[in-house]
């Protein structure tokens, strides 16, 4: 079973930071990009970063650009977002997801995903 | 932050058929990129639905379906059941470099 395992969210006031985790299993990881994408509690989604089978491809949402850095590690199945100077905007249920290509590319899907991890950024 | 509209709310009595529509503009469906829709149960993560504007994976009804014409989406489901009561979200790609991938505003169908 394909399964996804996000770790890592929680309480934090606004400008520090947080580095969420997530762990695959089922498939093979280093075959997949990934992607983390957030949702705010009671709302819509939103993309936030994906990163290439081998890492050679990241991308972000402007909303994160230059504060968030995503990261895999293919020898532990593992896929983690670095969160610098969190605003109270960022709070939000964070979730990992599967690409279906190797390279995320236009006409791809996420599927599946994690069950997500919170962050909440409040003083 | 949702460049893909849906309306808010959708409902159909049980055996009904409801339809979404996702409205999207040049930069994304209307720019050829495919459709994916999602479904979100209450409390639960987003699981896919429909892939490649019509494709249904394995496991999934064939209550469900999708279709796409110019710069809009459309998510039909047929012979509603109250299982079906959800959170709805399409999903595509965009080129105008502020966010890769884009959402949907989402639209909850409830089953009267």
């Known amino acids: 079973e394909v399964q996804l395992v996000e770790s890592g969210g929680n309480l934090v006031q606004p400008g520090r930071s947080l580095r969420l985790s997530c762990v695959a299993s089922?498939?093979?990881?280093?075959?997949?990009?990934m992607h983390w994408v957030r949702q705010d509690p009671g709302k819509g989604l939103e993309w936030v970063s994906g990163?290439?089978?081998?890492?050679?491809?990241?991308a972000y949402a402007d909303s994160v650009k230059g504060r968030f850095t995503i990261s895999r590690d293919n020898a532990k199945n593992s896929l983690f977002l670095q969160m610098n100077s969190l605003r109270t905007e960022d709070t939000a249920l964070y979730y990992c997801?599967?690409?279906?290509?190797?390279?995320?590319?236009?006409?791809?899907?996420?599927?599946?995903w994690g069950q997500g991890t919170l962050v909440t950024v409040s003083s | 932050q949702s460049v893909l509209t849906q309306p808010p709310s959708v409902s159909g009595a049980p055996g009904q058929r409801v339809t979404i529509p996702c409205t999207g503009s040049?930069?994304?469906?209307?720019?050829?990129?495919?459709v994916h829709w999602y479904q979100q149960l209450p409390g639960t993560a987003p699981k896919l639905l429909i892939y490649?504007?019509?494709n249904r994976p394995s496991g999934v009804p064939d209550r469900f379906s999708g279709s796409k014409s110019g710069t809009s989406a459309s998510l039909a489901i047929t012979g509603l059941q109250a299982e079906d009561e959800a959170d709805y979200y399409c999903?595509?790609?965009?080129?105008?470099?502020?966010?890769?991938?884009?959402f949907g505003t989402g639209t909850k169908v409830t089953v009267l």
């Open positions: 040049n930069s994304n469906i209307g720019a050829g990129y495919d």
């Open positions: 089922g498939f093979t990881f280093d075959d997949y990009a």
């Open positions: 999903q595509s790609y965009d080129s105008s470099l502020s966010a890769l991938y884009v």
């Open positions: 997801a599967k690409d279906s290509d190797r390279h995320y590319l236009p006409y791809n899907w996420f599927d599946p």
């Open positions: 490649g504007n019509s």
């Open positions: 990163i290439s089978w081998n890492s050679g491809s990241i």
